[in-house]
């Protein structure tokens, strides 16, 4: 199962939005075939669960959902499937999944929002980090 | 003596230099002068033959920039090196009259800051009219000398003194830590042999212990004596010495024995070879592998110049830059070997006590939040700062600003104590400059052990004794000094004597054409230094050591933090404060009294170090060490200078400014900057003087401004400042290498 994607080939470009469209469901499904697999082979239960990372691959999928150009869609599914394949070929190690997939962009401070409500970029730099 | 230079003179011949001119008859002579054939048959001829020089030679630079100092005009004597003219004081060495006409002489044994010794003749030149090839560090330049350093004499004497040398140095240089800045590396392969005719074998000698700093290896060692001449001369310590005779030649310290100096390990960087390198890099670091910062030392006040030397976020070794007016080209052992201790004991993460008394981890966001909150609960008057010894002018103006917005003025630096008379930089700045020390001929250390507090101001002071046979007077506890001195007393009533003229010392000072006074900083701690303070200045009044030609009052200062913080204002209100505080913001303090500050006291500490101050700490801020930000420091003689980050902050540490205007903000009393460079204008609308990087700004106004004071003087000897030189702040404490040296070499 896991090497069901190895050959990651160019396909045909998709001629409307509509195929596009259809190939990222195909591809969301693909994904979220393989989670399973991807838990047992990373060791993943205890951190996160298949519904979470089903809704990740989700949200990653919604963040380029303002994009309507067939092609620039094609090439982020070519990036996506190359990332699976990564994924499941074990190119990667369990921290990479954990810090990518499982705590996220942010890192691990996820309190971002309502605290750092009109403080000066200054003190928000300077919780992130001491060069700015 | 780079590599690159000594290669490029040796491999390219003159083509870029014929290239570059245009002028067929200096075409002609220059090529003549590297043939030199006929110059080698019939010198005269040649000498007559030769054209006049013209301008159009190519001007040469002096190497290093090498500096022609004319004391008299008529002094100056004109002599041509490789048909070149250069004009050079009477009495300089043919070697250094190349260097002023831009030829760099291949040396192992010369030393500018060295007696010749004129034992390794590697220096060998051909010189018109004499019959050999004579040592050039040796000789003195006389007027219309003719100087060949590029014949085929000169260079056959080279190949064969490299051949002589490299017959007993082991060739093991893929395992020897000079590998890559090696004198010998370098010359062998700009001016050696390409093969060896030795056969025998090589010679071997045992090591010597040197004491936990200097390694050494002695079977490199090539006999120039550097070391022993650095050991006698500049150091002042006659521990090392020339064993036997010939092949039995070795270095060593004639009965076993430790090198017991405070500069010792600038022997490492002396010696041309390999036999003495540094004990605590030994085998860590290759130095081409290595990135160089050129920043200063904030050990002690002096401010030294030294390269950091590091490798990715660790700094290998630090290394002394050239600095005239302040350290030369030494450094102490403490600037040099304190470099383990940025790497133990740091603070990574904010940290709040808990109830168990235990100090948790917690966010930046949690820590300045606990902070605010208990600065806001307390009155204004029980708020006290106080600045580190290691705290630079930035982040001192951060905290002066900062705890002025909250209403309280109580702010010092450490080691000034209750000292309060920030007004006149004369009173508190080493006001003849380190330098000018050189034209002293009297000295008079009041409560001041210049060794300990200040080893490069003391090295300089044995330079002018032993150049210039100075007197130096001494009051203070029995110390140790490493030139001739007079110890007159223990206490203020010395000084009292001196001032009204009682004493022997007084004739010396009031006959001296330009005395020297230096006060120690650790008197700023007495109860009568204001008493102290105008004995001393009666004292220079008498022996007019205050003059518009002259300042010879000086006060010696403890820590690089020191002259900052009086410029920038920081002395405190009231002098009990720290009694009655309710909230202590100690920024990098460790030396303060940490018992009288009150139980029910909360106290802060910002710092880059878990040193004593911790111990009492209710909130533990980590901030950067001084080799891991940009800051501006002042040293004791009123230099500004700055340190450059050479690695990264540990952890989740920041710069000590960015934490303190992190914590106005969320204490609702923002500080107006947001960068260093604003911060910096801030402090010229305060000290501008802190401003003028690398300048020496000294005071206006003399001392004498000062009211008088009517304090009595106290009967009581005076202390010393520092009981262990290589444990003094944070870093030194915390360093591993720091602690050997002082159970060894302290003497007790
Ligand atoms: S140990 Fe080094 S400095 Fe000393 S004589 Fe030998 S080569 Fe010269
Ligand atoms: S440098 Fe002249 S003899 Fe050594």
Same mark, same amino acid.
């Given at each position: 199962?896991?090497?069901?994607?190895?050959?990651?080939?160019?396909? *045909?470009?998709?001629?409307?939005?509509?195929?596009?469209?259809?190939?990222?469901?195909?591809?969301?499904?693909?994904?979220?075939?393989?989670? *399973?697999?991807?838990?047992?082979?990373?060791?993943?239960?205890?951190?996160?669960?298949?519904?979470?990372?089903?809704?990740?691959?989700?949200?990653?999928?919604?963040?380029?959902?303002?994009?309507?150009?067939?092609?620039?869609?094609?090439?982020?599914?070519?990036?996506?499937?190359?990332?699976?394949?990564?994924?499941?070929?074990?190119?990667? @190690?369990?921290?990479?999944?954990?810090? @990518?997939?499982?705590?996220?962009? @942010?890192?691990?401070?996820?309190?971002?929002?309502?605290?750092? @409500?009109?403080?000066?970029?200054?003190?928000?730099?300077?919780?992130?980090?001491?060069?700015? | 003596?780079?590599? %690159?230079?000594?290669?490029?003179?040796?491999?390219?011949?003159?083509?870029?230099?014929?290239?570059?001119?245009?002028?067929?008859?200096?075409?002609?002579?220059?090529?003549?002068?590297?043939?030199?054939?006929?110059?080698?048959?019939?010198?005269?001829?040649?000498?007559?033959?030769?054209?006049?020089?013209?301008?159009?030679?190519?001007?040469?630079?002096?190497?290093?920039?090498?500096?022609?100092?004319?004391?008299?005009?008529?002094?100056?004597?004109?002599?041509?090196?490789? %048909?070149?003219?250069?004009?050079? /004081?009477?009495?300089?060495?043919?070697?250094?009259?190349?260097?002023?006409?831009?030829?760099?002489?291949?040396?192992?044994?010369?030393?500018?800051?060295?007696?010749?010794?004129?034992?390794?003749?590697?220096?060998?030149?051909?010189?018109?009219?004499?019959?050999?090839?004579?040592?050039?560090?040796?000789?003195?330049?006389?007027?219309?000398?003719?100087?060949?350093?590029?014949?085929?004499?000169?260079?056959?004497?080279?190949?064969?003194?490299?051949?002589?040398?490299?017959?007993?140095?082991?060739?093991?240089?893929?395992?020897?830590?000079?590998?890559?800045?090696?004198?010998?590396?370098?010359?062998?392969?700009?001016? %050696?042999?390409?093969?060896?005719?030795?056969?025998?074998?090589?010679?071997?000698?045992?090591?010597?212990?040197?004491?936990?700093?200097?390694?050494?290896?002695?079977?490199?060692?090539?006999?120039?004596?550097?070391?022993?001449?650095?050991?006698?001369?500049?150091?002042?310590?006659?521990?090392?010495?020339?064993?036997?005779?010939?092949?039995?030649?070795?270095?060593?310290?004639?009965?076993?024995?430790?090198?017991?100096?405070?500069?010792?390990?600038?022997?490492?960087?002396?010696?041309?070879?390999?036999?003495?390198?540094?004990? /605590?890099?030994?085998?860590?670091?290759?130095?081409?592998?290595?990135?160089?910062?050129?920043?200063?030392?904030?050990?002690?006040?002096?401010?030294?110049?030294?390269?950091?030397?590091?490798?990715?976020?660790?700094?290998?070794?630090?290394?002394?830059?050239?600095?005239?007016?302040?350290?030369?080209?030494?450094? +102490?052992?403490?600037?040099?070997?304190?470099?383990?201790?940025?790497?133990?004991?740091?603070?990574?993460?904010?940290?709040?006590?808990?109830?168990?008394?235990?100090?948790?981890?917690?966010?930046?966001?949690?820590?300045?939040?606990?902070?605010?909150?208990?600065?806001?609960?307390?009155?204004?008057?029980?708020?006290?700062?106080?600045?580190?010894?290691? +705290?630079?002018?930035?982040?001192?103006?951060?905290?002066?600003?900062?705890?002025?917005?909250?209403?309280?003025?109580?702010?010092?630096?450490?080691?000034?104590?209750?000292?309060?008379?920030?007004?006149?930089?004369?009173?508190?700045?080493?006001?003849?400059?380190?330098?000018?020390?050189?034209?002293?001929?009297?000295?008079?250390?009041?409560?001041?052990?210049?060794?300990?507090?200040?080893?490069?101001?003391?090295?300089?002071?044995?330079?002018?004794?032993?150049?210039t046979h100075a007197k130096v007077g001494y009051i203070g506890p029995p110390a140790d000094f490493n030139y001739d001195h007079e110890h007159l007393g223990t206490g203020p009533q010395t000084l009292k004597e001196i001032a009204e003229?009682?004493?022997?010392?007084?004739?010396?000072?009031?006959?001296?054409?330009?005395?020297?006074?230096?006060?120690?900083?650790?008197?700023?701690?007495?109860?009568?230094?204001?008493?102290?303070?105008?004995?001393?200045?009666?004292?220079?009044?008498?022996?007019?050591?205050?003059?518009?030609?002259?300042?010879?009052?000086?006060?010696?200062?403890?820590?690089? %933090?020191?002259?900052?913080?009086?410029?920038?204002?920081?002395?405190?209100?009231?002098?009990?404060?720290?009694?009655?505080?309710?909230?202590?913001?100690?920024?990098?303090?460790?030396?303060?009294?940490?018992?009288?500050?009150?139980?029910?006291?909360?106290?802060?500490?910002?710092?880059?170090?878990?040193?004593?101050?911790?111990?009492?700490?209710?909130?533990?801020? /980590?901030?950067?060490?001084?080799?891991?930000?940009?800051?501006?420091?002042?040293?004791?003689?009123?230099?500004?200078?700055?340190?450059?980050?050479?690695?990264?902050?540990?952890?989740?540490?920041?710069?000590?400014?960015?934490?303190?205007?992190?914590?106005?903000?969320?204490?609702?009393?923002?500080?107006?900057?947001?960068?260093?460079?604003?911060?910096?204008?801030?402090?010229?609308?305060?000290?501008?003087?802190?401003?003028?990087?690398?300048?020496?700004?000294?005071?206006?106004?003399?001392?004498?401004?000062?009211?008088?004071?009517?304090?009595?003087?106290?009967?009581?000897?005076?202390?010393?400042?520092?009981?262990?030189?290589?444990?003094?702040?944070?870093?030194?404490?915390?360093?591993?290498?720091?602690?050997?040296?002082?159970?060894?070499?302290?003497?007790?």
């Amino acid at each position: 199962m896991s090497f069901s994607l190895r050959s990651v080939k160019v396909p *045909p470009n998709s001629a409307s939005l509509e195929e596009a469209r259809s190939r990222v469901f195909d591809f969301f499904r693909e994904a979220c075939r393989s989670i *399973p697999s991807v838990i047992d082979m990373y060791n993943l239960d205890d951190v996160v669960t298949v519904s979470r990372l089903r809704s990740t691959i989700a949200s990653e999928i919604r963040k380029n959902s303002h994009i309507t150009d067939p092609k620039v869609i094609d090439m982020l599914l070519f990036k996506g499937t190359e990332e699976l394949n990564n994924v499941l070929e074990h190119a990667k @190690q369990r921290h990479h999944l954990i810090g @990518q997939y499982v705590v996220g962009r @942010q890192g691990l401070i996820q309190d971002i929002g309502t605290k750092d @409500q009109g403080i000066s970029n200054f003190l928000k730099n300077f919780y992130t980090s001491n060069y700015f | 003596m780079g590599l %690159g230079l000594l290669a490029s003179k040796a491999l390219k011949p003159t083509a870029s230099r014929l290239l570059s001119s245009q002028n067929p008859r200096s075409l002609l002579f220059l090529s003549r002068t590297v043939t030199s054939t006929p110059e080698l048959q019939k010198p005269e001829q040649a000498a007559q033959a030769q054209p006049e020089p013209t301008p159009d030679l190519p001007p040469r630079t002096p190497l290093a920039g090498a500096r022609v100092h004319f004391p008299n005009p008529d002094d100056a004597i004109e002599v041509f090196v490789d %048909g070149y003219p250069v004009k050079i /004081p009477k009495g300089m060495t043919v070697l250094q009259a190349c260097e002023v006409a831009g030829v760099d002489i291949p040396r192992f044994c010369y030393h500018s800051r060295l007696s010749i010794a004129g034992n390794c003749r590697m220096c060998l030149v051909e010189v018109e009219k004499s019959p050999k090839p004579v040592a050039s560090c040796a000789m003195p330049a006389l007027p219309g000398m003719k100087i060949k350093t590029d014949t085929p004499i000169a260079k056959k004497a080279r190949e064969g003194v490299m051949e002589f040398l490299l017959m007993n140095h082991p060739l093991d240089c893929p395992i020897c830590d000079q590998g890559g800045e090696c004198d010998l590396q370098d010359q062998s392969m700009a001016f %050696g042999s390409d093969r060896g005719r030795f056969t025998e074998m090589k010679r071997s000698v045992v090591d010597k212990n040197l004491g936990p700093l200097v390694k050494t290896v002695m079977t490199r060692c090539i006999q120039c004596t550097r070391c022993v001449r650095f050991a006698t001369e500049v150091a002042g310590v006659q521990d090392l010495g020339m064993l036997g005779r010939g092949s039995g030649e070795e270095i060593g310290t004639y009965v076993e024995k430790l090198m017991t100096s405070e500069l010792s390990g600038n022997v490492i960087d002396i010696c041309p070879v390999g036999a003495l390198t540094s004990k /605590p890099f030994a085998f860590k670091a290759r130095n081409w592998e290595l990135k160089g910062t050129e920043t200063i030392d904030v050990t002690d006040a002096v401010g030294s110049n030294i390269r950091i030397d590091s490798r990715g976020p660790e700094v290998m070794r630090i290394i002394p830059r050239l600095n005239e007016d302040i350290n030369e080209e030494w450094i +102490s052992d403490k600037t040099r070997f304190c470099y383990d201790g940025l790497k133990r004991q740091r603070l990574n993460d904010p940290m709040i006590r808990g109830a168990d008394g235990r100090f948790k981890p917690v966010s930046w966001r949690d820590a300045l939040a606990v902070v605010a909150e208990i600065a806001h609960q307390v009155k204004p008057e029980e708020i006290v700062g106080v600045a580190g010894q290691l +705290s630079d002018a930035e982040s001192m103006m951060a905290l002066k600003d900062f705890l002025n917005k909250l209403g309280s003025n109580n702010v010092w630096c450490e080691k000034n104590g209750m000292f309060h008379d920030a007004d006149l930089r004369s009173g508190y700045l080493m006001n003849t400059s380190i330098s000018d020390l050189e034209k002293a001929d009297v000295f008079l250390l009041v409560g001041t052990q210049p060794r300990v507090e200040a080893a490069m101001v003391n090295a300089r002071i044995r330079k002018t004794v032993r150049a210039t046979h100075a007197k130096v007077g001494y009051i203070g506890p029995p110390a140790d000094f490493n030139y001739d001195h007079e110890h007159l007393g223990t206490g203020p009533q010395t000084l009292k004597e001196i001032a009204e003229g009682r004493h022997s010392f007084s004739s010396a000072l009031s006959n001296a054409k330009n005395p020297v006074i230096i006060v120690g900083a650790g008197l700023f701690n007495r109860k009568d230094k204001d008493a102290i303070f105008s004995a001393v200045e009666a004292i220079a009044k008498s022996a007019k050591a205050v003059r518009p030609d002259w300042n010879g009052l000086n006060v010696l200062l403890l820590s690089a %933090g020191q002259a900052a913080a009086l410029d920038l204002g920081l002395v405190p209100e009231s002098e009990n404060c720290l009694e009655s505080a309710k909230f202590v913001y100690l920024m990098g303090a460790d030396d303060v009294n940490l018992e009288n500050i009150p139980k029910d006291a909360f106290v802060v500490y910002q710092g880059h170090h878990g040193d004593q101050g911790v111990y009492r700490a209710n909130v533990v801020l /980590p901030a950067a060490a001084f080799s891991e930000k940009e800051g501006t420091y002042e040293n004791t003689e009123g230099c500004t200078q700055q340190t450059v980050p050479a690695v990264p902050t540990v952890g989740d540490a920041r710069d000590d400014w960015k934490i303190i205007r992190a914590l106005s903000e969320v204490a609702g009393v923002r500080l107006p900057y947001d960068t260093l460079t604003a911060i910096r204008s801030r402090i010229k609308t305060v000290a501008p003087n802190l401003l003028h990087v690398d300048e020496r700004e000294p005071a206006t106004f003399s001392t004498s401004l000062k009211p008088q004071s009517n304090q009595e003087l106290s009967s009581e000897p005076f202390g010393t400042a520092i009981e262990n030189f290589y444990m003094t702040d944070s870093i030194t404490r915390a360093s591993k290498i720091m602690a050997q040296c002082s159970a060894l070499l302290l003497k007790k």
